[in-house]
């Protein structure tokens, strides 16, 4: 579900650089200094390997991932329709000697019936949109006959003729802007731009601003150059084709995951159910390609407030329309939407490798299920990827290899809708997971392009860009094509903090630390055409990765990764870095990064940044003596104290998890991150702190900070040796 989008990598970078005065020194003081540990490129090249990681690179065969792509993207396989497919998956990693199940849940879906959507022109004509892709003749998944129509999941059924207004990327603050430029919006239906905002926030802002339907336009603009450099469309060339759509959830993710009638404990027959509502939307919404897009725009040009003077991030895009809010009178949409409920099996499955230590556990994930029959990218280079993780383990444990800890390999269903399948695993485990897991490794879409983007809980870092250097990537390492990402990026080394995009959620909300790694497009590469009928094997074999060399290189590296943190004397996590986070996120509560309409020194006073301030550097402090003693020579002879340091490295991020969640998403326990509230695919960090302090609910900011500073004190007792 994630869209890696190099242009945003981009504009966070930018971000990021233009800071704001300090108020004086001894404020800079506080925080940590930036350490920039990108180094120069991995050498020697070829890297050197110990045997066991030899054997597990050795495994891979690019062109049998190739072959399980092929097979993943030919089948229906939208959440809960195709158990066969999870049973080949399952058969497939047993015969690799990964002994593995399908563990299946009972949820709440919709799948799509009808729709239909017209542009009414005041004179009588009319205009009717396609709500398909174009088959495309070489692209044989495009000829199905099932092939998927456009649609949201878990978008709401409704029949809505209405005056339409165009509102940018429907962030809320697009939608305060609309407002105070008195557009009225009540009863009209929405015509929102794909980018910023999850698809649902786009929705649900409609939704709480009166309006009565909402349409999702592809806007080639967000490409980057291709089309502009004169490039054909797919399948001609690199350029978006001009009818893909983007399907979707339009769940309020940044409130809820899993499924929504069964808030808080896993989907198993017969469970109670809530009716769920209050995390759907209830106004009808669709997709719309850009072809079918501009004649909408185009009916609004001088109607309204332009585009060029919206003064609003991403309101304007490439097409040669003016952006104009609209509405213009007489001139309508009409939309219906029919949707079928379902509660209905969904089937993840689980491969388990016991390890020697059975109460230390390494779990790896990927959805399985697709909006399309392809799903090439998003994620069925992932699921192909995975059979090959299973083999390489395989392989080693035939030498009589066994890990140190538990592997748990999962291949999760209903990703798509609302990180169904992970949830309500994680939902049923919940007590295992909390004492037995270490790190959660995500992948979804493996590759939709050449270049490596990751977001991880800090103590992750290190490990994940020391194992890059093990990993060939064409004529270099896949850490020298981070390097020449990154290496401007000293305070965080390129990764970014995790929202809630993909099947790692869950987990970070118990408390676990995780990663989510994908390799993405640039600026210059193929369109990658997300959640499309596009996003297909042939886009995937003729565009992006025709030999499976990108794919091969990301199974390797997640084997290794995973190698490490399951068989490592010591578990490789980076406490430095963790500590040297915390006071990043703690800076961002002075109002230095985010502006809270306040002066620095208010926010001051509103919550006790003292104390704060006193508990990150006494983590810090633990830190450094954790790491000193662990490499302190004899330390790892002594199997109880290595044992129990492993055990200080896996709890200590327990303590952050609250009990009682955030005010209005109470999922959200963990008070160190969560999806960004307006956003949903961003994360933020410390956020009922600077929730609070963004409502003015002092109370808030400081009942969080208080247990920020309780945690991290906490935190620091666990990691200390007595
Ligand atoms: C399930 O997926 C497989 C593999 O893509 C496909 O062959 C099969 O037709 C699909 N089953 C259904 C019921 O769509
Ligand atoms: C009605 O108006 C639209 C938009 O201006 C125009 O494209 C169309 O040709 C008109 N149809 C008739 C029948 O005049
Ligand atoms: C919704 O609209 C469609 C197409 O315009 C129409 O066929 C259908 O009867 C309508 N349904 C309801 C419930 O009004
Ligand atoms: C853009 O649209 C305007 C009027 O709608 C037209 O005159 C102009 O030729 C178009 N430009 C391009 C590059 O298509
Ligand atoms: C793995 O461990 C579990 C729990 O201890 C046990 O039930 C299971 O039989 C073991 N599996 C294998 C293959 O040894
Ligand atoms: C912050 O807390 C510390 C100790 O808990 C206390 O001494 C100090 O006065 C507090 N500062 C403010 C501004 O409340
Ligand atoms: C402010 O936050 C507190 C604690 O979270 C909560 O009890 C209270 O209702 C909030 N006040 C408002 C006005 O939302
Ligand atoms: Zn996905």
Not at 483 to 498: A, H, I, T, V
Not at 609 to 632: C, R, S
Request: glycine share 10%; aromatic share 12%.
């Amino acid at each position: 579900m994630q869209e890696y989008l190099w242009i945003l990598w981009q504009l966070l970078a930018v971000a990021s650089a233009c800071e704001r005065n300090f108020p004086d020194d001894d404020f800079l003081a506080q925080w940590p200094t930036s350490k920039p540990y990108l180094t120069l490129r991995a050498e020697p090249f070829p890297p050197s390997l110990s045997p066991n990681e030899k054997v597990l690179s050795d495994s891979f065969d690019s062109a049998e991932i190739g072959t399980w792509l092929s097979y993943y993207t030919h089948g229906d396989h939208i959440a809960g329709r195709n158990k066969s497919m999870a049973q080949t998956t399952a058969d497939a990693w047993n015969s690799n000697g990964v002994p593995s199940s399908l563990v299946e849940y009972e949820v709440y879906l919709n799948y799509p019936v009808s729709a239909s959507l017209s542009l009414n022109y005041a004179n009588g004509s009319k205009y009717n949109a396609q709500l398909f892709e174009d088959v495309v003749k070489e692209d044989e998944t495009t000829k199905y006959e099932n092939t998927v129509p456009a649609f949201h999941g878990y978008s709401a059924n409704g029949n809505v003729s209405a005056e339409y207004v165009y509102v940018g990327l429907g962030h809320k603050d697009d939608f305060a802007r609309l407002v105070s430029l008195s557009v009225d919006l009540k009863g009209k239906i929405a015509l929102a731009k794909y980018g910023g905002p999850f698809r649902g926030i786009k929705v649900k802002n409609a939704q709480a601003n009166g309006m009565s339907g909402v349409v999702i336009f592809t806007d080639p603009g967000s490409d980057g150059p291709q089309a502009k450099k004169g490039d054909k469309a797919y399948p001609d060339g690199p350029a978006r084709h001009p009818s893909s759509l983007q399907r979707g959830s339009v769940a309020y993710i940044s409130n809820y995951i899993g499924d929504p009638t069964t808030p808080g404990y896993p989907s198993k027959p017969g469970f109670a159910r809530t009716s769920g509502t209050e995390v759907l939307p209830k106004i009808p919404s669709l997709p719309i390609s850009y072809r079918d897009a501009i004649p909408l725009l185009r009916a609004l040009d001088g109607y309204g407030t332009a585009g060029s003077v919206m003064r609003r991030d991403g309101w304007t895009g490439g097409l040669n329309v003016t952006y104009s809010t609209g509405p213009a009178p007489g001139i309508t949409i009409s939309m219906s939407n029919l949707m079928k409920d379902a509660t209905t099996p969904i089937w993840n499955v689980i491969g388990s490798i016991n390890g020697t230590n059975a109460d230390e556990t390494i779990i790896i994930g990927n959805h399985r299920d697709a909006w399309v029959i392809g799903g090439a990218g998003d994620p069925n280079s992932g699921t192909a990827m995975l059979i090959e993780v299973t083999k390489a383990f395989g392989v080693l444990m035939k030498t009589g290899w066994k890990p140190k800890r538990n592997i748990i390999i999962a291949s999760w269903d209903a990703e798509e809708y609302a990180l169904i399948g992970s949830t309500e695993w994680v939902e049923e485990y919940a007590p295992w997971l909390s004492g037995t897991a270490i790190s959660y490794l995500n992948v979804d879409i493996a590759v939709s392009g050449p270049l490596p983007g990751a977001d991880a809980t800090p103590e992750l870092r290190g490990v994940a860009q020391d194992v890059m250097k093990k990993v060939i990537y064409g004529t270099q390492t896949l850490y020298d094509a981070w390097y020449k990402l990154y290496q401007f990026r000293p305070e965080d080394s390129g990764f970014g903090n995790l929202g809630a995009g993909s099947d790692y959620a869950p987990f970070l909300q118990l408390g676990i630390g995780a990663l989510h790694f994908g390799m993405s497009g640039g600026s210059t590469d193929p369109v990658y055409h997300y959640h499309s009928n596009y996003d297909s094997y042939h886009w995937m074999t003729k565009f992006c990765d025709p030999n499976f060399a990108i794919h091969t290189t990301v199974a390797q590296y997640i084997t290794l990764l995973a190698y490490h943190l399951a068989d490592d004397v010591i578990l490789p996590l980076d406490l430095d870095a963790f500590g040297r986070n915390l006071g990043y996120w703690a800076r961002d509560v002075t109002g230095e990064t985010i502006n809270y309409g306040g002066d620095v020194g208010s926010v001051q006073r509103q919550v006790n940044l003292t104390d704060l301030i006193n508990a990150y550097k006494h983590f810090q402090g633990v830190a450094t003596t954790f790491t000193k003693t662990i490499k302190a020579s004899g330390f790892t002879d002594d199997a109880t104290r290595v044992k129990l340091a492993n055990q200080k490295l896996r709890d200590f991020q327990r303590v952050f998890v609250s009990k009682e969640g955030l005010k209005m998403r109470p999922f959200y326990k963990n008070a160190l991150y969560a999806p960004n509230r307006d956003d949903g695919y961003k994360a933020q960090t410390f956020p009922g702190t600077i929730e609070g302090l963004q409502d003015k609910n002092i109370t808030q900011a400081r009942d969080w900070n208080l247990f920020l500073i309780k945690a991290m004190n906490a935190a620091s007792d666990i990691l200390t040796f007595q």
